[in-house]
């Protein structure tokens, strides 16, 4: 779903900066380590490891080759019920943790950007064993979103006000934000680092306590960082962390009695199981952000060379697998040809390969799951009429790699137009009038992302005021900072995440009212 | 209920105390412009003191209007449009100043034996208390910097407008003598997180320590011209900037007399804004349902701290008749336990006055107390032979109608005074052209609430005094200035709201 920090300032600065060359970044990327040491692999409760109370353990996977690369301890509902008594436990009226001062909240937080500040490289390599994504962008743009992530919120931990009230009457009226409690986060494989940054900064800078479950196929870094968070000095019990499957250690958190919040990041299907099981739990309050089908919509207005590149990222970016990847692509009838034939050719430059290599611009997709059931949505996409272009079929013989692969002449009802393939699939639409392309961009059930491509004001203001979409990018795709709020509308998800916006989803607002001999202005 | 630090609490500790540094150097003695060392264009250079010695410690250059005229050139260019500071990322501000915050804290030792040396102040207060202030200060607005956001507005029309929070441009800072580094780090954290630039001229007593930053600004990486330093004084230096035409906002830290002064100057020059943090003479309300011990206490403090020279120092105490008596023999037995002395020994609890001025003002004050009637408890006079000591001193029956109820005395001078009813405190309290910060002890809630909302102050203390953290708005009332520092109001006061409106074809919700 992003794109680096990095990225935007390099090519949305002006002239200046447009030349500086990707390379001249890589350059500064310290030689990664494809066999990094694994030293976290078991549940880490009260800032100590266990094995689960079950000992099983399941295996890791390096996507690249297929090959095992540790067994991981499986959480299960036994680890979360002591992982959530340690979370309870944390959180007592007068434990350290409550009654530290929010400042101080801030100083841990930033501490802790500092540890993955300095643990960078091996994080990113560790990153790119497990999930498959390259080093150069895991280096470049996830850990640095990383750590800006948990610098921004280490920032508001003391700024986010609570109001005095001006009540009618002889009282004194006033909100205190208060943490909402032990906090359930199940976090998703496409972004497993950045992902617990962002579940994790909003949540431990308001002052919650966290039991957070992994990703089964990608558990590895964020388990590190458990590491990281001991080392900064988070009390024990303020944030526990549970590598597990989603049937089991993720339905024992959404349907915990003594979890006061779940957040969930992940597909729209489990999306409805976690609301589903708040509801017959506890009312947990319940955040989710979920799957997309984001439309980019290019007016034949557009500058032609930005709108074809950034297209191309908004797709293809790490693997095609992004919530907000750009799915639909409608572009105008009069430049629909040429933008077509363009996307093919920039399509097939891109270099798919083993991960650790720095030329490599895509790696595999996460698991074999993920690979089996894109091939099944390009066969379908051919069987329902699309025209393949590029791309197609597996890219290498063995590890889950898929070429990069473009649809022409898509129709809105085909699968591959409604559905989310989170593949490196591009579809590509022709639209002729701006009141149609709005009604069909938004003629689907997700609301994640959406942009629109075009050099005139009003098109842009009318266009982006039209699209049912949490987020929209005018002239630009997948620009992600941890200043603005990010969420979906529709089955796209339930509440913001980042910005100040993603403060709200972690507090409880107490209204306390004193009665007062005499009210004055 | 738990008794606070019954129990481990994770909160920052204070850090270990160290010994002050012996040989201290002192390096950085000229006007910071442009992230250069200048000499003042005039070739004048002014001597600095050591108060609890008289010693001179060294001579810095002296800027004048030509140096000022030159600072804002570098400011206003580093502001310029498309230029590196205008373009960086709102969070590269913050990630600057929490850089600079490590360098404070680096090199604290330094900065508190300096700030000792140079202010009279006690090196164990400099240490854990101002240059923990400072360093939370700067990290405080580092945080703010990518968190001032502007607006949508669901204007009428077919229209979109938003605000854009925008720096105001370039800001002279005149600050003062009493916390020269914390003033200094209030002064340019907020405008530099909001992407200002200034030219800051720090107190002539006391101009080390800025210029020491100077240093630090520098070595974190601020571009040059962001923030400027010219040393100097008030009628020639600060009276620049204040009339500057090209000088877009001054803000200001000290007497209420300059402050006028500083008012009139942007009327006659550019209309620039005007923000000022002036003098205080603060009530500090202690009802006979108070806890006595902690009363006595933070009173004792909310004077005291720093020789007094705090521009919120509990000036007039108000005591509950019951308790009065009681009130007044626990305060003048409390001020006795002082020892004065060289500010850098670790058993010393009082140093100087910062200068002769100072020193000269309040004993003619404490004259004027004895002369009108108050009773002398305790003290009254100078300490030593040599810096400029005075004794800890209780007056106690004072009225209000006495000048030491009613001006700045900004010295170790206590004035306790009876009350009977609350309409009558009340009153008395908000009897003053001051309004900068007020106390009431307490156990009643009614009580609490009601001084909390009747005193005419900017910061009101029920229980305790001098409460101050980076979080909370600070400033006064009436004739204790205009405008707020820190919290987020702070950073109001260094923005300019821009509202942009855009036809749009149609409008929708």
């Not at chain 1, 003391?158 to 359930?184: A, M, N, Q, S, W």
């Not at chain 1, 796209?492 to 403060?503: D, I």
Request: net charge neutral; glycine share 8%; hydrophobic share 40%.
């Amino acid at each position: 779903m992003l794109r680096a920090a990095v990225f935007t300032a390099r090519l949305c600065r002006g002239p200046a900066r447009l030349g500086a060359p990707f390379s001249a970044a890589a350059a500064s990327i310290p030689a990664p380590n494809p066999r990094p040491d694994i030293f976290c692999n078991k549940i880490f409760i009260n800032n100590e490891w266990h094995d689960a109370v079950s000992k099983k353990t399941f295996p890791s996977i390096n996507p690249a080759t297929g090959e095992v690369i540790c067994q991981v301890a499986e959480g299960d509902k036994a680890d979360v019920d002591k992982a959530v008594k340690a979370a309870k436990a944390a959180f007592q009226l007068g434990s350290p943790w409550r009654r530290m001062d929010a400042s101080h909240r801030g100083k841990l937080l930033n501490r802790l950007a500092d540890l993955i500040e300095r643990d960078r490289a091996y994080l990113a390599a560790l990153e790119t064993l497990d999930n498959g994504k390259p080093y150069s962008i895991a280096y470049l743009v996830d850990l640095d979103m990383v750590v800006k992530c948990l610098r921004y919120f280490a920032g508001w931990s003391d700024k986010f006000h609570g109001k005095t009230i001006p009540l009618d009457g002889d009282f004194f009226c006033y909100t205190r934000h208060e943490p909402v409690g032990v906090c359930g986060q199940i976090i998703p494989w496409n972004f497993p680092l950045l992902m617990q940054a962002w579940k994790l900064g909003p949540a431990l800078a308001t002052g919650n306590v966290v039991v957070m479950k992994v990703a089964e196929q990608t558990p590895l870094s964020a388990l590190y960082v458990a590491n990281l968070i001991k080392e900064a000095g988070f009390p024990p019990g303020v944030v526990n962390i549970i590598p597990g499957y989603g049937p089991t250690a993720g339905a024992a958190i959404s349907s915990h009695m003594d979890v006061d919040k779940v957040a969930f990041t992940g597909s729209t299907e489990v999306g409805h199981l976690i609301q589903k099981a708040a509801a017959e739990s506890n009312l947990k309050r319940v955040t989710l952000e979920l799957g997309g089908k984001s439309p980019n919509i290019i007016m034949s207005d557009a500058d032609m060379d930005w709108a074809v590149d950034q297209a191309h990222f908004a797709l293809f970016f790490n693997q095609g697998q992004c919530c907000c990847a750009g799915s639909r692509t409608y572009v105008q009838e009069d430049i629909y040809h040429e933008f077509v034939e363009r996307s093919v050719e920039k399509a097939k430059s891109r270099v798919v390969g083993n991960p650790f290599d720095s030329k490599t611009e895509q790696g595999p997709q996460v698991d074999e799951e993920q690979f089996k059931k894109i091939l099944g949505y390009i066969s379908t996409g051919k069987r329902e009429g699309a025209k393949l272009l590029c791309g197609g079929n597996p890219a290498a013989d063995r590890g889950y790699f898929i070429q990069p692969t473009v649809f022409g002449d898509v129709q809105d009802n085909m699968t591959i137009a409604r559905e989310e393939i989170f593949g490196p699939v591009m579809q590509i639409l022709k639209f002729k009038t701006i009141e149609e392309v709005i009604e069909r961009a938004n003629d689907s059930k997700y609301g994640l992302a959406a942009a629109v491509f075009t050099k005139d004001l009003d098109k842009a203001n009318y266009v982006s005021q039209s699209l049912r979409a949490g987020t929209v990018w005018i002239n630009c795709y997948d620009v992600f900072g941890a200043q603005a709020p990010f969420g979906g509308y529709k089955a796209s998800g339930n509440g913001r995440e980042l910005g100040e916006y993603g403060l709200e989803a972690y507090i409880e607002v107490k209204n306390v009212t004193i009665k007062i001999p005499q009210k004055n202005s | 209920m738990k008794k606070q630090g019954s129990d481990s609490n994770p909160a920052p500790v204070l850090p270990a105390l160290p010994e002050p540094l012996k040989d201290l150097k002192i390096k950085y003695t000229k006007i910071f412009i442009n992230n250069e060392w200048h000499d003042s264009i005039s070739g004048k250079k002014f001597e600095v003191f050591n108060p609890a010695n008289e010693e001179k410690i060294c001579e810095v250059e002296e800027g004048d209007k030509e140096d000022v005229d030159k600072a804002v050139k570098a400011a206003r260019k580093a502001f310029e449009f498309g230029s590196p500071w205008r373009t960086m990322d709102a969070s590269e501000r913050g990630r600057l100043l929490n850089k600079l915050a490590d360098l404070v804290e680096r090199d604290r030792l330094i900065l508190a034996t300096m700030e000792a040396i140079n202010g009279g102040k006690l090196f164990s207060t400099a240490y854990l208390m101002d240059l923990g202030a400072c360093i939370k200060t700067l990290r405080y607005c580092a945080g703010w910097a990518d968190k001032i956001h502007g607006r949508t507005v669901p204007m009428d029309g077919n229209f979109f407008t938003f605000t854009r929070h925008e720096p105001i441009g370039v800001c002279g800072q005149i600050i003062p003598w009493n916390f020269p580094l914390v003033m200094f780090i209030w002064k340019i954290a907020p405008a530099l997180c909001c992407g200002n630039t200034v030219v800051v001229k720090p107190a002539e007593q006391t101009p080390l320590t800025a210029l020491y930053m100077g240093s630090l600004i520098k070595e974190a990486g601020i571009p040059p011209g962001v923030v400027n330093i010219v040393p100097g004084f008030g009628p020639t230096a600060g009276a620049a900037i204040s009339h500057h035409m090209d000088v877009d906002k001054v803000a200001f830290t000290g007497s209420t007399e300059v402050g006028k002064l500083i008012k009139e100057a942007a009327g006659k020059s550019n209309l620039k804004r005007v923000t000022l943090e002036l003098g205080g003479k603060s009530p500090n309300i202690i009802f006979a349902d108070a806890d006595l011990d902690a009363a006595v206490e933070f009173a004792h403090i909310g004077l005291f701290y720093h020789q007094g020279q705090c521009c919120i120092a509990g000036s007039r105490i108000f005591v509950e008749e019951p308790i009065y008596d009681e009130f007044v023999r626990r305060s003048i037995e409390r001020a006795k336990k002082y020892t004065l002395g060289n500010p850098l020994l670790p058993d010393v609890q009082q140093g100087p006055q910062i200068d002769k001025e100072q020193f000269q003002k309040i004993l003619e004050l404490i004259e004027s107390g004895k002369k009108e009637g108050a009773k002398l408890e305790c003290g009254g006079g100078p300490w030593g032979d040599k810096g400029y000591f005075i004794q800890p001193t209780v007056f106690s029956n004072v009225t209000d109608d006495m000048r030491i109820a009613k001006e700045e005395i900004f010295g170790p001078v206590q004035q306790i005074m009876k009350f009977k009813t609350i309409d009558e405190v009340i009153k008395r309290a908000n009897n003053t052209t001051y309004g900068l910060a007020a106390a009431v002890f307490t156990k009643d809630i009614d009580k609490a609430l009601t001084f909390a909302a009747a005193l005419q102050a900017g910061t009101v203390w029920v229980n305790c005094y001098s409460a101050m953290s980076a979080q909370c708005p600070f400033g006064g009332f009436k004739m204790s200035g205009n405008g707020r520092e820190m919290g987020e109001y702070g950073l109001h006061e260094y923005t300019e709201v821009k509202t942009v409106t855009i036809k749009i074809p149609q409008k929708n919700s």
